[in-house]
């Protein structure tokens, strides 16, 4: 690996701090479809994949790994399926990325990095933004549960509801409002 490259990586976990791989996305459409459909009688894995449009081999992997955590039950065979393995009121989204991911987001890898700079991380300002983001992440994926996701999802759907792509650019500046910022020295000095 060239150094261009090296430094492109790091660049691009910068850019992206909040992705989450295809199996952490395809594991929490499924327990979605689960939670909604499963109340009466088990979901088969054909059916996820289907209404989902996830590749069935993928997602009974996915499913796999949720059913050995206790997330769901399944049962194999002609009236077998896939159910919640508790109340959806008891599984929040942090557990379900934590089971298939491992992490929440790759913002531990960002802070993973090494630092170079001369103050050293300790006094990172740019690491506390990160520090900051990780922690608001974690606190809302932990108290959102799948029944408040499946609530959300049925009102979205009963009020014909849409839900844009991004969060307008306009309602993400300023970061930091300008009075909180100290002001800069005067140059020359």
């Given at each position: 690996m060239t150094g261009g490259q090296t430094a492109m990586s790091r660049c691009d976990k910068l850019w992206?701090?909040?992705k989450i791989s295809t199996k952490g996305e395809y594991g929490l459409?499924?327990?979605l479809h689960i939670a909604m459909h499963g109340e009466t009688c088990p979901v088969t894995s054909h059916?996820?994949?289907r209404h989902q449009a996830i590749p069935e081999p993928y997602l009974r992997q996915i499913l796999a790994l949720l059913s050995k955590d206790g997330l769901i039950h399944s049962n194999r065979g002609p009236q077998g399926g896939h159910v919640l393995g508790r109340p959806a009121s008891?599984?929040?989204m942090r557990h379900i990325l934590?089971?298939?991911e491992g992490q929440t987001t790759s913002v531990d890898q960002i802070l993973a990095l090494p630092c170079h700079i001369e103050i050293g991380s300790e006094h990172c300002a740019i690491r506390e933004v990160f520090l900051e983001v990780k922690a608001a992440v974690e606190r809302i994926l932990s108290a959102t549960t799948l029944?408040?996701?499946v609530a959300r999802q049925r009102h979205i759907l009963s009020q014909g509801i849409s839900v844009p792509h991004d969060l307008a650019a306009v309602s993400l500046l300023p970061i930091?409002?300008?009075a909180a910022l100290p002001s800069?020295?005067?140059r020359g000095r």
């Open positions: 992206h701090p909040m459409r499924a327990m059916e996820i994949a008891q599984i929040t934590m089971t298939l029944e408040h996701v930091i409002s300008d800069a020295p005067p």
